[in-house]
């Protein structure tokens, strides 16, 4: 449209003869399929119609971003996992701790039971005896 202004304005500058031979040559199709042809290339120009070479730069550089995107989530997958080991290899751990500590507490109280046991089969014995002494005593006195 501008190009169409331009020369409309500039007719009286260019000389008749221009005209002429410019109305003498071109016919209505000509002017209609030079522009056609003009916009195509315009289009072309502008990245509005994609070459063959154009799309498939586009679908290399999509696979690339997709393949970048999966390497991403699998990477997260595979640090989350690792934290999820991580996780359940301290569980694991406390749970052997606690194994390991209520195991002792029950020795420590086994062996304390036993103490108790032996101190009250000792008492038992000292006191029979000091009866029995006692007993003896005062019959072989009577």
């Given at each position: 449209m501008a190009l169409l202004q331009y020369l409309a304005s500039a007719a009286p500058s260019l000389s008749p003869?221009?005209?002429?031979w410019l109305s003498g040559t071109l016919s209505v199709s000509d002017v209609i399929s030079g522009s056609g042809l003009a916009f195509?290339?315009?289009?072309?120009?502008?990245?509005?119609?994609?070459?063959?070479?154009?799309?498939?730069?586009?679908?290399?550089?999509?696979?690339k971003y997709y393949g970048a995107l999966l390497k991403e989530k699998d990477d997260?997958?595979?640090?989350?996992?690792?934290a999820k080991d991580a996780r359940y290899d301290e569980m694991r751990e406390s749970r052997n701790y606690w194994?390991?500590?209520h195991n002792e507490q029950r020795?420590?109280?086994?062996?304390?039971?036993d103490g108790?046991?032996?101190?009250?089969d000792e008492y038992a014995k000292l006191s029979n005896h000091l009866l029995g002494s006692i007993e003896q005593a005062a019959g072989g006195s009577s």
């Open positions: 003869d221009f005209w002429g195509i290339v315009g289009l072309f120009a502008t990245r509005k119609i994609l070459t063959i070479a154009d799309h498939r730069a586009r679908v290399a550089d999509l696979e997260s997958a595979t640090a989350l996992a690792a194994r390991e500590a020795t420590r109280a086994e062996k304390a039971e108790v046991r032996e101190f009250a």
